[in-house]
């Protein structure tokens, strides 16, 4: 091998490793490999944006201590899981915690929802207590075991936590379930794309 090749070798090396230790980013928003929740260790599962007709809504994250490929998976991973959403336009925050409702009811069966119910109402008054979602604000919804899930917004924690394992399963349903409200964003969380 000549100087050249050695020195080209050289640096095609260390732009593959600069490029594999920077963390990926979608629109701009920069997503980690690995996040550290209540003392436990979380991998990506998978990451995607949220589209509504053509607009980008938001990036959503899905972290988690062991790759998951269904809602069923999901639920069953042992340990601490996270969704984030980091959002990309501003959207009013009472609507949208309408539409996660809706999602449930499209993903749960009917005689289930009575028992949601207060969940979904308190899921509703948090978002209609923080009025807007701005670019750049994030959502996590953390189910926390012996906790249950605690939800954060624009860096605070909203309230109690959530503490029916059957409230938080309903919830990923919006994304994980038979009818998720975005198809290639369920695909992309649980690494199918």
Avoid at 3 to 17: E, F, I, N, Q, W
Avoid at 35 to 43: C, E, N, P, W
Avoid at 87 to 108: H, M, Q, S, Y
């Amino acid at each position: 091998m000549t100087l050249k090749h050695s020195l080209l070798a050289g640096l095609l090396t260390l732009c593959t490793s600069l490029s594999v230790m920077a963390a990926p980013d979608i629109n701009g928003v920069k997503i980690e490999d690995n996040i550290t929740l209540a003392g436990s260790k979380l991998q990506l599962n998978g990451a995607g944006i949220r589209y509504k007709a053509i607009f980008k809504v938001y990036v959503a994250e899905l972290h988690t201590t062991q790759k998951v490929s269904s809602l069923d998976e999901l639920i069953a991973a042992p340990g601490p899981k996270r969704l984030s959403m980091t959002f990309l336009r501003e959207i009013e925050a009472g609507p949208f915690g309408k539409l996660l409702t809706r999602g449930v009811e499209d993903n749960v069966p009917k005689n289930e929802m009575s028992k949601l119910v207060p969940g979904l109402i308190r899921m509703g008054d948090i978002f209609t207590v923080n009025k807007a979602l701005l670019p750049g604000d994030v959502i996590h919804l953390d189910w926390i075991p012996g906790t249950g899930m605690v939800v954060t917004a624009k860096g605070k924690v909203q309230g109690e936590p959530f503490k029916e394992p059957e409230f938080f399963k309903a919830i990923m349903s919006i994304w994980f379930g038979p009818s998720p409200a975005d198809f290639k964003l369920k695909e992309a969380l649980l690494g199918q794309k």
